[in-house]
């Protein structure tokens, strides 16, 4: 996001690479930023202790995430951004079919 301030307490929907670490639980923006350490490139995650069992099944898989996004405070090594009062964690497959395309009349 530019400009992170223009979103800060409102609510979002986005789709990310899902780690839950012993002291991380983050939305990466694809599976090559964490696999290259890319931790500036990631939200944080604020799960209650039932969606931190949930995103247990769900890591290191692509997620659909629903919440409220906050600034989290400017640090080189951070994300500037974090997800509170989430209310949707589920899977999103990458892979799945386009819809079909619908024909239109001439």
């Given at each position: 996001i530019a400009n992170p301030a223009t979103y800060a307490g409102k609510p979002v929907?986005?789709?990310?690479?899902?780690?839950?670490?012993e002291e991380e639980e983050n939305l990466y923006l694809n599976e090559e930023d964490y696999l290259?350490?890319?931790?500036?490139?990631?939200?944080?995650?604020?799960?209650?202790?039932?969606?931190?069992?949930?995103a247990k099944a769900l890591n290191l898989k692509y997620v659909m995430v629903e919440g409220t996004l906050s600034l989290r405070g400017v640090h080189p090594d951070w994300p500037m951004l974090r997800l509170v009062n989430i209310h949707r964690l589920?899977?999103?497959?990458?892979?799945r079919q386009p819809p079909a395309a619908v024909a239109t009349p001439r």
């Open positions: 929907q986005t789709i990310g690479f899902l780690c839950i670490a290259h350490g890319l931790y500036i490139n990631s939200i944080d995650l604020r799960l209650t202790e039932s969606q931190r069992e949930k589920d899977e999103w497959n990458i892979h």
